[in-house]
């Protein structure tokens, strides 16, 4: 019998092996210093983040959830307030606007990108709405040309949840440096993924850029003093010197992405299969790979039979989690999102899967086609 040839659905350790050596020796130079609070390499990481996002600030956080928790506070988010965003996105968003103490109030999507629907926010605009949090789902932008004029047209201010789109742009510019700030996720599978967590808020604004300081380390001004309640939330020096391994290959990695996902969509253009698409004037970044099929549970099993690793992304919408009772969403409120959930399979992708591991699972996918 034939051994099972196996692709899991991400591959850390084939991205190690590339950076081993220099991993090992940042993180030597990391305890030769022992400067573990906000030293060096955070400071660094900021620098070089901002830089690449083409904004004036960034600031490190202990995660991306918090990223947006902390951003929404610095743009002046307070208790009470609504934040409009997306029901079709990791559970993370709603949660962070939670915890800046507003209320999270979703949209549905659009069915072509997924992102944020622009033509269903408006209906969402109460009195008490302060802000927008689109998503930039699985790598690709938002449509931020038409919410930036709604949230002018309303005064509110727009904060991205980048945390799924390092790299991603939208008109030419960079996801994180559109809205009033951005938010990005280190955890560890993301484009640019930390070996452990980890995130950050860019911004051009240095209001936000010196509250969010303050906010992420205990609202500490000086030794001993405190101006402001905020959080344990800095970025890990550790996790900033492996991140500055990566972030000099952050492009590389995204064009092997994006050639991963251009193989896919040769090799499963002729199938039942509804295929990612990439919206004109936009760069998607495929964090994920996302196809839909109507038998999704039975493709998920025979690829999970033929040793693939996929993924759901996500099964339950946001607004239909328990946890979002009190918001008082119901099933058939955001029928795009339902609809799709029930659809979508993320196929492995990551800057180390080779063509012929893309045509191997593309080639599993139409055997699975051939059969039903
Ligand atoms: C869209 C989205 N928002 C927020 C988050 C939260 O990021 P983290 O896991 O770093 O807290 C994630 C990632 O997990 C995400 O994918």
């Known amino acids: 019998m034939d051994e099972i040839r196996k ?3 991400v591959d850390l350790k084939a991205g190690f092996g590339p950076i081993k050596s220099e991993v090992m020796a940042a993180l030597e130079d990391v305890f030769a210093g022992m400067n573990l609070n906000l030293g060096p390499n955070v400071q660094s990481l900021e620098q070089e983040f901002a ?3 083409g904004t004036k600030h960034a600031i490190g956080t202990g995660s991306g959830t918090d990223a947006i928790a902390i951003a929404l506070m610095a743009a002046g988010i307070k208790s009470g307030d609504e934040v409009i965003t997306t029901a079709h996105t990791f559970f993370a968003t709603a949660e962070a606007i939670s915890c800046a103490g507003a209320v999270p109030v979703f949209v549905d999507i659009d069915p072509a990108t997924y992102d944020i629907d622009p033509l269903l926010i408006e209906k969402k605009i ?5 802000a927008i949090v689109p998503v930039h789902m ?3 932008s938002a449509e931020m040309g038409p919410i930036l004029d709604i949230a002018r047209r309303h005064r509110l201010k727009v904060i991205e949840d980048a945390c799924q789109a390092h790299g991603a742009e939208y008109s030419g510019k960079r996801c994180g440096s559109i809205g009033v700030a951005g938010c990005f996720s280190f955890y560890y599978t993301k484009n640019l993924g930390s070996y452990g967590e980890g995130g950050i808020i860019t911004t051009n604004d240095p209001d936000i850029a010196e509250k969010a300081r303050l906010f992420r380390n205990h609202g500490h001004v000086s030794k001993y003093e405190h101006s402001v309640m905020g959080y344990n939330s800095r970025l890990d020096e550790i996790q900033a010197a492996i991140l500055r391994v990566k972030i000099k290959r952050l492009e590389e990695y995204t064009n092997s992405r994006r050639a991963v996902a251009a193989g896919y969509n ?4 002729n199938t039942p299969l509804i295929l990612p698409v990439e919206a004109s ?7 994920l790979y996302v196809v839909r099929s109507k038998e999704r549970d039975k493709l998920m099993q025979h690829l999970a039979d033929a ?14 989690q328990e946890a979002c009772k009190a918001y008082g969403c ?3 409120d955001m029928p795009v999102t339902e609809k799709i959930c029930e659809e979508i399979l993320s196929l492995p992708i990551y800057p180390e899967l080779t063509d012929a591991d893309v045509e191997h699972v593309s080639g599993k996918v139409r055997e699975f086609y051939k059969g039903v």
Request: with cysteine.
């Open 7 to 9: 692709i899991p659905f």
């Open 51 to 53: 830089a690449y996002c």
């Open 126 to 130: 109460t009195k008490k709405t302060k």
């Open 138 to 140: 699985y790598g690709q």
């Open 266 to 269: 040769e090799l499963l253009c």
């Open 281 to 287: 004037g936009r760069k998607h970044v495929y964090h």
């Open 307 to 320: 040793g693939i690793g996929t993924g759901i992304h996500y099964k339950n919408p946001a607004h239909l």
């Open 330 to 332: 119901r099933k058939g």
